[in-house]
């Protein structure tokens, strides 16, 4: 919490790091799209610049630092992007989380970017939580035209610990197995949840189809970890996390 520290702050930044001496520090912070669009400094100084100083600030102290970015960073003309292709952001939220990549791997040698997509999890503002939500009404549309990576909040961490462990640093795409339009992958919730609901498939408002789908060959092979395919961890989740948080 931004109350507990200011990640935009060097100093405090200095400081609580050095206090902690983490061995691994994991950023999860970040500002998004309509955020962005509303204040760019704050973009920036929370997507960019303060990756930079907690990823200077491990250094100081020999933590590994893993900060988690995003599908964004790809301009979503191909699908199936590997680490290796080059990042073409097209939005604020995209131009500066990967901003804010370069920035971490420049300040410690020690540094695992962790590019993830569509995420979900037991906490709200997420794609599980809004469609079960606005299922309830019976009756939804859904883009079919944006293809990505429906991936669980747990398989997240569970990728974030085979990298650690294999000490691998460096950008990883960690996302669950295969690829989902927004459309596959509300009837798959709807279905899961049980909710009577017709779903309509639409086009998206500007016309501009995208598929920011990642690759996670390269994780799979180089820390032996096999990250579930989405239907699977979306069933995993919705058997036993979804009910705890309180959304069906």
């Known amino acids: 919490m931004k109350s507990d520290l200011d990640i935009t702050d060097l100093e405090k930044v200095e400081k609580t790091v050095a206090m902690v001496k983490p061995d691994v520090?994991?950023?999860c912070a970040a500002l998004r799209n309509k955020t962005c669009m509303r204040n760019h400094l704050n973009a920036y100084m929370v997507n960019a610049f303060a990756a930079y100083y907690l990823s200077a600030a491990c250094k100081v102290c020999g933590a590994v630092f893993v900060h988690i970015s995003t599908d964004y960073v790809f301009d979503g003309r191909t699908g199936n992007y590997t680490e290796e292709e080059?990042?073409?952001p097209e939005g604020i939220y995209g131009r500066t989380k990967y901003m804010g990549e370069r920035l971490a791997l420049k300040a410690n040698g020690q540094c695992l970017i962790m590019r993830t997509a569509w995420l979900y999890?037991?906490?709200g503002g997420n794609f599980v939580h809004d469609i079960i939500k606005k299922a309830k009404s019976g009756y939804i549309d859904v883009v079919d035209d944006q293809t990505g990576n429906p991936t669980s909040a747990a398989e997240l961490v569970s990728m974030i610990g085979a990298a650690v462990n294999a000490k691998r640093y460096g950008i990883y795409h960690a996302v669950c197995g295969g690829q989902a339009s927004r459309y596959d992958f509300a009837k798959k919730i709807v279905e899961l949840a049980g909710i009577p609901c017709s779903i309509r498939a639409v086009k998206t408002e500007n016309g501009k189809s995208a598929?920011?789908?990642l690759s996670n060959r390269k994780l799979r092979g180089e820390?032996?970890?096999?990250?579930?395919?989405w239907r699977q961890a979306l069933t995993d989740y919705m058997r036993n996390e979804a009910i705890i948080a309180n959304i069906l």
């Open 223 to 229: 820390t032996g970890y096999e990250p579930a395919e």
């Open 211 to 213: 598929n920011t789908s």
């Open 86 to 88: 080059k990042a073409n």
């Open 25 to 27: 520090l994991i950023n």
């Open 121 to 123: 999890g037991r906490h």
